[in-house]
């Protein structure tokens, strides 16, 4: 009971600096940079400067409506972290923005600094995404509404969030002119970016995988020049109809080019797959 509340308190925890950094992104550099960033955060820039309208108070109203729906619709599955994602985002974006009165860290007056806002914008906010993603948080907005839409036609999840992010950034070149929507793009190519590597975490190693009439030599080279695990797999092709055995084998990126090259000596003929490991879990010596 103590472990697993220790766990949620540190879930939380780290969801709510998720949620500062996402604010600083938005509060600091996006909204004065006049930047329509994706989602909610987006269409309460475009009624902050239209209407005058706070933007921590649009985030909440166009939320909780959604909130409530996905609620309806998945169930117990938006349950208290999203709400949590929600208000802590609504309240520190306006808090920042307060604290600025409304002004930015940067100034924008200079050509040259127009670009620190889609950069650093979408890094603070990208960062922080990935933070509450990872967590199991959400902000609300384009991600509920994108299931919703999903589950009532046949687009996809991600096509549904693109076609609504795509609308409401399209508004934005609409009310602040072409040049501030090539830059609100840059910023979600940033913030996309940090996001996936931090949900995903950053690439050092590479699954291998080997097929190879010499698999028993290539397989004695991993273990003992390489030194490392490697796991046989018991394949079967449909051109042939042969069963032939594949090596499947993590190595760290160092070790890749010398794997390369021994194969190369041994059988340059040989099938390799190459692709990238975010995470490894487990002991491949356990059998228990």
């Known amino acids: 009971m103590k472990r697993h509340l ?55 109203v166009f939320n909780i409506p959604i909130f409530i729906l996905g609620v309806k619709v998945f169930g117990k599955e938006y349950g208290f972290k999203t709400f949590f994602g929600i208000v802590g985002l609504a309240f520190y974006t306006q808090t920042f923005q ?17 670009l620190l806002a889609p950069i650093f914008g979408g890094l603070f906010l990208g960062a922080g995404m990935g933070l509450i993603f990872k967590f199991g ?8 509404l994108g ?51 931090i949900f995903e975490g950053v690439s050092n190693s590479k699954m291998v995988y080997i097929t190879s009439s010499k698999y028993q030599e290539i397989q004695e080279l991993l273990t003992n020049d390489i030194q490392t695990h490697t796991t046989t797999i018991m394949t079967k ?19 890749l080019r010398d794997l390369q090259v021994f194969i190369n000596r041994i059988d340059p003929k040989a099938f390799i797959v190459i692709s ?13």
């Open 147 to 197: 299931q919703v839409i999903s589950k009532y036609s046949k687009l996809p999840v991600a096509h549904a969030i693109l076609m609504l992010d795509m609308l409401v950034m399209g508004s934005g070149i609409v009310v602040f002119g072409i040049e501030k929507g090539l830059y609100a793009i840059l910023s979600a190519f940033t913030c996309n970016l940090i996001l996936n590597k």
């Open 6 to 60: 220790k766990g949620l308190f540190f879930d939380y925890f780290v969801i709510n600096l998720g949620l500062i950094l996402s604010a600083i992104g938005i509060g600091i550099f996006l909204v004065p940079g006049k930047l329509v960033s994706s989602g909610v955060p987006g269409i309460a820039t475009i009624l902050f400067y239209g209407m005058g309208i706070p933007i921590g108070l649009t985030i909440l």
């Open 276 to 288: 990238e490991v975010y995470e490894v879990f487990g002991d491949p010596e356990d059998d228990d």
């Open 137 to 144: 948080g959400s902000m609300g907005g384009a991600d509920i």
């Open 237 to 255: 092709s449909r051109i042939q109809d042969s069963e032939r055995k594949m090596i499947m084998v993590i190595l760290k990126n160092k070790q």
């Open 98 to 114: 307060t604290l600025l009165n409304n002004t930015s860290v940067v100034d924008y007056a200079k050509g040259g600094n127009l």
